[in-house]
């Protein structure tokens, strides 16, 4: 499926800086409306083919929202272990990988054998698998007799600290469960592609859910809310994820609620932050409707702060600027960052 695309267009004055920030959205968030009309069981099994990223994830969520509409129990842990091995995954390879351009990054043998570990755990969690995946993310994320990151992890930290200071205070809203999604959730069909939290734009992911932890605090004083800060909470997500390998943290939690006859809303905390599923189960016993919410609606919301925040910079630095922030954000699909000659408006 065609995830489609996103659009910021800087637009300029004729001295090159910017005056103001447009994001747009060309992702086809109503797609899983080819779910609607099919038998549930196998719009379920339809689910995780429909997404390139976070397909263990998108099937989790579709499993939970169906058994909470049907009444049903919650989904087994084998489901739960594969996406806690595919966010590993996933919180690894955009910034050392996906943010090569940037950052100048290779993969590593270690890194090979991270991918290795987590196709593993996803196809069977079993002691042996889930430990050799927690020893390789270990390796990669630790730090060496006074404290310091070593190896790719510390060369891309170094990168992201000799970036420009450029803030951009964001509401960040961490890891919620189903039932108060329900309750913020209004009755506007527009909610999907334009969610917002009690009115507000708001930031959710990593960066959310560990904004609390030290190495986070620092860097959000330090560089503000950005690339630094956001690695700083993938590298916490990624010990937390360790200590769950190992037995000594609770698996993520999957979160389900009825919602009415036939409806089930469930909240799976996905790599880049909380994915939803809304079905609603006809008299028929096809699917009525299904709708998705999705991180990247959260993070690139029009009203984002961080969008807004680039009105007033210089063209290259705007750029810049965006690059990053897009990158560290993380969306599903690709972010195209074009400055546009503000008297050019009318024409576009």
């Not at 090569?100 to 054998?113: N, Y």
């Not at 007033?312 to 630095?317: K, Q, R, V």
Request: net charge negative.
């Amino acid at each position: 499926m065609d995830g489609g695309r996103l659009r910021l267009a800087l637009r300029h004055d004729d001295a090159g800086r910017v005056i103001r920030a447009e994001l747009r959205s060309h992702r086809p968030v109503t797609a899983c409306r080819v779910l609607v009309g099919k038998p549930v069981d196998k719009a379920v099994a339809l689910v995780p083919l429909l997404f390139a990223l976070c397909g263990r994830a998108q099937g989790a969520a579709a499993q939970a929202a169906v058994a909470a509409a049907r009444g049903e129990g919650d989904v087994p842990d084998r489901a739960r272990w594969a996406v806690l091995a595919e966010a590993v995954q996933e919180w690894l390879y955009p910034p050392l990988m996906g943010w090569s351009a940037l950052s100048g990054m290779s993969e590593t043998a270690l890194m090979v054998q991270i991918r290795e570990s987590t196709r593993a755990v996803m196809q069977n969690p079993d002691p042996i698998n889930c430990e050799m995946l927690a020893a390789a993310v270990d390796a990669l994320v630790s730090v060496d007799s006074d404290g310091q990151l070593v190896g790719p992890v510390a060369s891309l930290w170094q990168r992201l600290c000799d970036l420009p200071f450029h803030e951009a205070p964001t509401r960040l809203l961490p890891v919620f469960a189903a039932a108060d999604l329900l309750a913020a959730w209004p009755d506007q069909a527009e909610f999907c592609a334009l969610p917002h939290w009690h009115g507000q734009a708001v930031e959710v992911g990593p960066l959310a859910d560990y904004q609390h932890e030290p190495v986070v605090q620092e860097a959000l004083h330090a560089r503000g809310h950005g690339p630094l800060a956001r690695f700083a909470a993938r590298l916490c997500a990624l010990r937390q994820a360790v200590q769950v390998l190992q037995g000594q943290a609770p698996l993520p939690l999957v979160s389900a609620v009825r919602c009415g006859d036939g409806c089930g809303l469930a909240v799976v905390q996905a790599a880049r932050g909380p994915l939803a599923h809304r079905v609603t189960i006809g008299d028929d016993g096809l699917v009525a409707d299904w709708q998705i919410l999705a991180p990247t609606e959260w993070n690139f919301h029009p009203a984002s702060p961080w969008v807004a925040a680039l009105a007033g910079l210089s063209l290259p630095e705007a750029g810049q600027v965006a690059h990053w922030q897009a990158a560290t954000l993380d969306p599903c699909v690709p972010c195209d960052v074009v400055p546009v000659a503000a008297k050019l408006k009318a024409a576009l």
